[in-house]
């Protein structure tokens, strides 16, 4: 089943914007901020010369500019280069590198990339890509559980505009934690620190106030300016170009799964990608960026309702929580770990028949943390996700490989600091087929 907008998740979502503790919330940050003055009222802002814009009610996205001269003259401005296909061809001697959660660890991403064979950790920051011609993805849930989210993107969407200009490709995957992150639900974070030094402390200076905090009052407000629809600063440079399925080759990537119903219901690789990159483009409300508010109760009733809004707009691709099926939800491919999946004859049927309609091979995806990156499912769901992150289990990095051959094939291998890997080493189980077929064979001998 597909979770409706209806769906309990998002329900629990409104219902905190609207509860007492979200009240609560506010309150308490109003009485723990400077940002509280014997009057509401602020002086009127000018209009922004850049673009005509209205300080007081435009998206921050419109009004704040994040980029930072590097030593080295290095723009950094988080823009993901992401390629516009959602296909694309695996030329013959050409590398696929699929990393998987990431979690918040810088240490881990960078293990990740020099593993794959694409980053150079000691060359300058113009430098550092080294992968060529190589595509990577990131298959989601590079936030939470971790402090050095913003440091991962820093360095992921620069190695994106490195790799672009050299015919490769950096593409970033939604998983789950960006869908919460994005939807104002923040329950898996470690702090905001490293948002308000980088994000907070920028709207600052730019906007000349803090008093832009008040509008996300109670819910991290440098974190939620960063990732909120249309309005946070990195909604267009970042989480725009992002994807929530890609086909590299013969190999489908998405963070938890894909269902032959996920294409039906949500027009294809190309429909799902459209309505989230269009969600996180439109800002849905307009802003309060001075904190000019008559009364305690207008702020909570902005506040409550920017979270509805954020709750109500959510693409129903992304929905769900705990339990559900949805792309960067289900774990019909990769529960339990290291193992074939629970009800596995169900789960080969519905995988072999997404893969014939997509005209693939394999799924990649992670979600799920494994012990070591493995294929289950006749060697055709590949899950890379192995809690690297301190904040998940301090697993040992992996990456999966795949190389296209002159003849036409795919040569599948796991990286490791050990070196590769082939693939038929990392298959768990007995194929489904070969027990399916060991079954028939013990009826027809009873």
Not at 271 to 299: H, T
Not at 376 to 398: C, F, H, I, Q, Y
């Amino acid at each position: 089943m597909i979770y409706p907008k209806s769906s309990v998740w998002k329900k629990s979502l409104v219902l905190l914007a609207f509860s007492a503790t979200r009240r609560d919330a506010v309150i308490a940050f109003l009485q723990t901020t400077a940002l509280t003055s014997s009057t509401t009222s602020s002086p009127m802002a000018p209009l922004s010369a850049a673009a005509n814009l209205d300080i007081r009610t435009a998206p921050l996205s419109h009004l704040v500019h994040l980029e930072q001269q590097q030593d080295d003259d290095e723009q950094d401005d988080y823009h993901l280069v992401s390629p516009t296909n959602d296909e694309l061809p695996l030329e013959p001697g050409q590398r696929l590198v699929c990393i998987g959660d990431v979690h918040g660890d810088f240490k881990a991403l960078e293990e990740f990339l020099t593993i794959g064979g694409v980053y150079d950790a000691n060359a300058s920051h113009k430098n550092q890509w080294i992968g060529g011609n190589t595509i990577l993805v990131q298959c989601g849930d590079v936030l939470d559980r971790g402090d050095q989210e913003l440091l991962c993107f820093n360095l992921l969407t620069r190695l994106s505009q490195q790799a672009a200009t050299q015919g490769g490709h950096v593409v970033l995957l939604w998983g789950n934690h960006e869908a919460m992150n994005a939807g104002g639900m923040f329950h898996y974070t470690m702090g905001e620190e490293e948002y308000e030094n980088a994000i907070g402390k920028r709207i600052d200076e730019q906007l000349q106030t803090e008093r832009w905090r008040m509008q996300y009052a109670g819910n991290q407000p440098a974190r939620w300016a960063a990732y909120e629809p249309g309005s946070g600063v990195l909604a267009h440079p970042l989480l725009s170009n992002m994807k929530v399925a890609v086909k590299v080759g013969r190999t489908v990537c998405v963070h938890a799964g894909l269902t032959t119903q996920h294409l039906d219901d949500y027009g294809g690789l190309r429909g799902m990608n459209e309505q989230v990159q269009n969600w996180m483009k439109q800002a849905y409300q307009p802003n309060n960026n001075l904190g000019d508010y008559e009364s305690i109760g207008a702020l909570v009733y902005d506040v409550q309702k920017r979270a509805q809004t954020g709750s109500e707009r959510m693409p129903e691709l992304l929905g769900g929580g705990a339990g559900a099926d949805g792309p960067v939800w289900m774990r019909d491919y990769s529960s339990p770990n290291d193992v074939e999946p629970n009800n596995a004859e169900r789960a080969q049927q519905m995988l072999d028949g997404t893969l014939f309609h997509l005209q693939a091979d394999r799924m990649v995806m992670g979600h799920t943390v494994q012990r070591k990156i493995n294929a289950a499912l006749n060697g055709k769901a590949w899950r890379v996700d192995v809690g690297a992150s301190r904040g998940v289990m301090n697993g040992t990095p992996e990456v999966l490989e795949v190389v296209a051959t002159q003849d036409g094939e795919e040569v599948v291998s796991v990286l490791t600091k050990r070196g590769k890997v082939p693939a038929e080493e990392r298959l768990v189980g007995r194929p489904v087929a070969a027990k399916l077929a060991s079954a028939v064979s013990m009826m027809l001998q009873g």
